[in-house]
C-alpha cells in the first residue's frame, strides 16, 4: 500500500494528464460522429491487424496437424480414385486388385549414392510389410525392404536393384524402367521394341504386371533415344516424374489380394 502511494504521488501528473485524455477521448465520441467514426474505424482496424496476427501465429503452430490430414485426406482419394479407374479403364481389365494407400512421412533420403534408401515413420503396426510398393503424389518412389514396429526402410527408384515394368500410354508397348545411376532426375528405359518411334515428353505408367503397384502410376517421360548396341530393342533416357530431392510425404500400397496371391504361388511351385 505505502509503495502504491509513493507511485502515485510520484507520477500524479502523467496519471491525470492520461485520465483527462480519456475523458476528452469519450466525450469527443459522444458529441461529436465524425469524430466518432473515424475513432471507431481506428480502432475497429487496430484490433483487426491483432486479430490477423493472433490466427496467424495460431495457424502456424498447427500446420503440421493441418498437413497431416491433408495427406491422409489424400491417401482416402487415391484409393477412392483407383477403383473408380479399375471400374472404368478397359486397361484393368485383366487386373482384379484390390489397392489401399497408407500415408507416410519420409524422415531419411539419400540420393546421391549408388544404392538410395528411404526411411518412413509407419511401421508394422500401421500394417506396413516387406515388399509393399511406395509412391507419391507425382509418381512411383521404390519398395519397402524392411519393417520395425514403427518404422520402414524403402529402397529407392535410385537403386540398381530397382526394376520397374511399364507401359507407354501413347501405344500401350511394355518396356523396363531402370536407374543408369548418374542423375537423382533421370533413369534408362530398357527393351522398347525397335519399330516404335518415340517422341521427347511420352509418358511411362506402370503396366500393372505386378502385384506390388497398381496400374497407371506415373513413372516418368522420354528425355530422349539412346543408341542401342541390340538389334532387337532400343533404349531411352527417362525424366521421372518423382522429384527425389524433395520427397516429404509417401504413400504406401497395400494389395488387399496379397495373401490370396501368395498362396496360388506357394501352390504353383
Not at 519398395?143 to 507401359?167: D, F, G, W
Not at 532426375?185 to 506390388?212: A, C, Q, W, Y
Request: glycine share 4%; hydrophobic share 40%; with cysteine.
Amino acid at each position: 500500500m505505502y509503495n502504491l502511494l509513493i507511485f502515485l504521488k510520484k507520477y500524479n501528473n502523467i496519471l491525470l494528464f492520461l485520465i483527462l485524455e480519456v475523458l476528452c477521448i469519450i466525450m469527443l465520441m459522444n458529441n461529436l460522429p465524425y469524430q466518432k467514426r473515424k475513432l471507431t474505424n481506428v480502432g475497429n482496424a487496430i484490433s483487426g491487424k491483432l486479430f490477423k496476427t493472433k490466427t496467424n501465429f495460431t495457424n502456424y503452430f498447427s500446420l503440421k496437424e493441418e498437413n497431416q490430414l491433408i495427406v491422409e485426406h489424400n491417401a482416402l482419394l487415391m484409393s477412392h480414385l483407383y477403383k473408380i479407374n479399375t471400374d472404368t479403364s478397359e486397361l484393368m481389365n485383366s487386373q482384379s486388385f484390390d489397392f489401399n494407400f497408407i500415408p507416410a512421412n519420409v524422415i531419411n533420403n539419400s540420393i546421391n549414392n549408388v544404392n538410395n534408401y528411404l526411411l518412413i515413420d509407419k511401421g508394422r503396426k500401421n500394417g506396413i510389410k516387406k515388399d509393399m510398393g511406395v509412391i507419391c503424389e507425382n509418381g512411383v518412389v521404390g519398395k519397402v525392404v524392411n519393417v520395425t514396429e514403427n518404422y520402414a526402410s524403402v529402397i529407392s527408384m535410385l537403386h540398381p536393384y530397382t526394376i520397374i515394368s511399364a507401359r507407354f500410354t501413347d501405344n500401350q508397348h511394355i518396356a523396363n524402367v531402370s536407374w543408369d545411376n548418374l542423375d537423382y532426375r533421370f533413369g534408362t528405359v530398357n527393351d522398347i521394341p525397335l519399330h516404335l518411334v518415340l517422341e521427347k515428353g511420352d509418358t511411362l505408367v506402370t503396366s500393372g504386371f505386378s502385384n506390388i503397384y497398381p496400374a497407371g502410376i506415373m513413372i516418368g517421360t522420354i528425355e530422349e533415344m539412346i543408341e542401342s548396341k541390340s538389334k532387337d530393342f532400343s533404349t531411352a533416357k527417362i525424366r521421372f516424374s518423382t522429384n527425389f530431392s524433395a520427397l516429404r510425404h509417401v504413400f504406401v500400397i497395400e494389395n488387399l489380394n496379397q495373401t490370396e496371391i501368395d498362396s496360388l504361388t506357394l501352390t504353383q511351385r
